[in-house]
């Protein structure tokens, strides 16, 4: 396992990366992301505002969802203004069923799946879309885990 990914939850995201860009983690991209799915076996509609940056040889992100059903709804009990999110994975079709299965035998249920619909980062935008599946893995492994499937359009 080779995590790519290292994300925070956030309820001002430009404050949290106005912190970084103090520490010199100042080149950052944003997306807004419409996604369809299913959170906690309930299928809807979310947006999330995500940011990323790279300059330390991992993709890090900061992210908060502007409204609908997910998963980061039940993840910051503590109310706090930066919490952690998760840990992702990029995979293919081949290495997400392969993970889907180890979760399974592990006994970790799907917290949320979803495909995205729409991409505001030029980049990404009629591009390409994701699939992403987060895991419920915190209490079992110290971590969400995500994984994120490129689908190219």
Not at 77 to 99: A, K, Y
Not at 101 to 112: F, P, V, W
Not at 142 to 149: H, S
Request: charged residues 25%; hydrophobic residues 35%.
């Amino acid at each position: 396992m080779k995590i790519e990914q290292i994300a925070f939850g956030a309820k001002d995201p430009h404050s949290v990366i106005e912190q970084y860009k103090l520490l010199g983690i100042d080149e950052w991209v944003g997306d807004v992301v419409i996604a369809k799915g299913t959170v906690n076996k309930t299928v809807g509609e979310n947006c999330a505002e995500l940011y990323f940056n790279y300059q330390l040889g991992f993709e890090l992100e900061i992210l908060r969802y502007q409204y609908g059903p997910n998963w980061h709804q039940d993840r910051n009990p503590n109310n706090l203004d930066v919490f952690p999110s998760h840990q992702g994975l990029h995979v293919d079709e081949t290495e997400m069923w392969m993970w889907r299965e180890k979760m399974n035998r592990l006994g970790i249920d799907i917290i949320q799946e979803v495909y995205t619909q729409s991409h505001t980062n030029p980049v990404i935008a009629g591009k390409r879309r994701y699939q992403y599946v987060i895991f419920n893995s915190l209490d079992k492994l110290g971590f969400d885990l995500k994984l994120i499937r490129r689908i190219n359009l």
